[in-house]
């Protein structure tokens, strides 16, 4: 294989936060095993060897560790796992590591470990301090604001690659211009905002996107990010780098914008192989790296189901003129999307779409 991703789960749901809205938290008590614990060293043998061994001589292979929250195995599991690699990596193949983190107990340690393995550190900051802390908690009701800044700045002390991934909540997404000055005044210049889900089991609940919401944020919010594009500033936000990606012709980075999936690989703790993060669910386990190859895991019948597995979509789809770049869009993020009698994706694409068709042209170029 040329080249291969793999999204690892040290820690399995394991997390030393209590975030009020967390998808993964939902998922895992879906499960007949909560959390598996932390990755033994037997499972994490076996993962790097698999991958290595079925990995071309000169292919490219991404390790990219979330949870829960993966620093709750501990760095002597990280340290370890990158000592392994080197041992049973072939010269010519080529190794990336990223980890999603909360952030809340990086320190020098950390950050020197980080720099040394040159790791893509994704801090997870729900923008400015009041609407962090009202959400992302640890133990006792604990603000954790204060110690994650702390940690963006050894990252940055160390010279370490990061990026801010902000849940968008209902919350937030009434306050687009708040957010923005925030992140042009803390400096941060790669910025992934993610929809905050409903459980699997609801449609919506209180802290959850909707498709109104979504675009009421993203009008406003670009409109910030144009009127930085035309004084010759790029703020990478990823939903408008894809969509700018798209309108070029090109392949959007984010998995689901075109409206199917494709395997992720998910690797819980005890080895289990599932093909997508959000659905991490005991239907949809797929194999174990204990017991099965790479390619084995990626034809099984379990497998194969879940690409063709029918989704929903809405009404509106079958006359919409962004059908092409969208095909109904993630299945499980569609809800933050559309309903059956409006689409905010399309109320975006139909406000943008003049001025991002002129910017993908210039990409072109």
């Keep these: 294989m040329k080249n291969l991703s793999f999204l690892i789960k040290p820690a399995s749901s394991l997390c030393n936060l209590r975030c009020k809205y967390c998808f993964y938290a939902d998922v895992s008590d879906h499960r007949e095993i909560k959390s598996n614990g932390i990755m033994n060293k037997e499972t994490m043998n076996n993962l790097i060897k698999r991958a290595l061994g079925e990995l071309d001589e000169d292919g490219y292979?991404?390790?990219?560790?979330q949870g829960g929250e993966p620093t709750v195995a501990g760095l002597p599991?990280?340290?370890?796992?990158t000592e392994t690699v080197n041992q049973m990596k072939r010269p010519h193949q080529?190794?990336?590591y990223a980890l999603q983190t909360n952030g809340v107990i990086l320190d020098d340690e950390w950050c020197e470990f980080f720099h040394k393995y040159q790791f893509l550190v994704g801090v997870s900051l729900d923008g400015y301090k009041e609407n962090h802390d009202a959400f992302r908690i640890a133990d006792g009701n604990k603000a954790t604001y204060k110690k994650v800044m702390e940690g963006i700045a050894c990252l940055r002390k160390h010279q370490v690659d990061f990026n801010i991934l902000t849940v968008l909540s209902r919350q937030l997404a009434r306050h687009p211009q708040k957010l923005y000055e925030f992140y042009q005044r803390e400096q941060f210049n790669y910025i992934q905002l993610i929809p905050c889900l409903a459980g699997l089991d609801e449609k919506e609940n209180i802290f959850s996107l909707t498709p109104q919401l979504f675009s009421d944020f993203y009008k406003k919010f670009y409109d910030l990010w144009l009127n930085e594009y035309t004084k010759g500033i790029y703020r990478s936000i990823s939903f408008i780098d894809n969509i700018v990606l798209m309108y070029a012709n090109q392949l959007p980075h984010q998995c689901g914008m075109l409206g199917h999936c494709s395997l992720q690989f998910v690797v819980e703790s005890d080895g289990s192989v599932y093909p997508c993060d959000f659905y991490v669910l005991d239907e949809y386990k797929s194999g174990n790296i204990n017991e099965n190859g790479i390619e084995e895991i990626a034809q099984n019948e379990i497998s194969q189901k879940f690409l063709k597995e029918e989704r929903s979509f809405s009404p509106l789809c079958a006359s919409c003129e962004f059908e092409q770049m969208c095909h109904g869009n993630c299945r499980r993020m569609c809800n933050t999307y559309y309903d059956e009698k409006y689409c905010g994706y399309q109320d975006f694409l139909r406000y943008a779409s003049p001025t991002i068709s002129r910017i993908?042209?210039?990409?072109?170029r």
């Design 61 to 65: 292979v991404t390790f990219a560790f």
């Design 77 to 81: 599991y990280f340290e370890e796992f």
């Design 94 to 96: 080529h190794i990336s």
């Design 360 to 364: 993908a042209f210039q990409f072109r």
